[in-house]
């Protein structure tokens, strides 16, 4: 368990758990090599957290971190490991970009919630595992940095802005669809930036309505739109 005030902690073992209820400040935070799930059910504060060794020699999802309580961290990272990560605070920061590249499913966001995310460098979604899920629930957003993600599931209303200043600002995301058909999808670059563009390379379904909302730039939406409702505001520069 991880309970206290250090300057680095490891959290390393094989097929136990970490259950932490109390608060957690680090300067480096590794979870490594461990055989089942580790849990942090109250704040954590780092500089650094670091996911990573959870290969499962029997293939399969292995193992599972949840952040289950506010997140405020430096850099976060995930090597390519089969495991679960969870952040399911209601208010998370990350100062530097975040990326993603385990192989198990990923879920930013309680289902019907309205958590929120801050990613100050923004949020790569390096993943290539086919199968598993990028599920996202509440708000999303950057300062002026890129959003990436492959394939998303949208499991409750949800903003994704990235408060563009330049045209640096985009958003690029792959298939969407939704847990339960009823969720609402706003995707901005916000500020009617040009250049700041929306790119959406799969199909889009189960959606109710999803609202392209201060985008200066190029929205491309290259599948099938399957939604009820398609509001696209008048600062859009192409569609």
Do not use: K
């Amino acid at each position: 368990m991880v309970d206290n005030e250090n300057d680095n902690n490891m959290v390393n073992g094989n097929n136990n758990m970490v259950n932490g209820n109390n608060n957690v400040h680090q300067t480096t935070l590794t979870v490594d090599n461990w055989g089942a799930d580790a849990q942090f059910n109250s704040t954590v504060n780092a500089t650094t957290i670091t996911l990573e060794d959870f290969t499962n020699a029997d293939g399969g999802l292995f193992g599972r971190v949840s952040f289950n309580g506010n997140l405020t961290v430096g850099t976060f990272s995930t090597d390519t490991s089969e495991m679960t990560v969870e952040i399911l605070g209601s208010s998370n920061t990350f100062s530097q970009r975040a990326t993603f590249r385990n192989s198990g499913n990923i879920n930013l966001g309680s289902t019907g919630a309205t958590d929120s995310f801050t990613f100050n460098g923004g949020l790569t979604d390096s993943s290539v595992s086919s199968g598993t899920f990028f599920r996202i629930a509440g708000s999303f957003a950057s300062s002026n940095d890129t959003i990436v993600i492959d394939d998303v599931v949208v499991r409750a209303n949800t903003t994704i802005d990235t408060n563009a200043t330049d045209n640096t600002g985009d958003i690029t995301l792959g298939t969407i669809t939704t847990d339960n058909s009823s969720r609402t999808l706003t995707l901005s670059t916000g500020n009617n930036i040009a250049g700041a563009d929306i790119t959406a390379s799969g199909n889009i379904s189960g959606v109710t309505t999803l609202t392209l909302a201060d985008v200066g730039g190029t929205a491309t939406l290259s599948g099938d739109v399957d939604v009820t409702t398609l509001t696209v505001g008048n600062t859009v520069a192409n569609v």
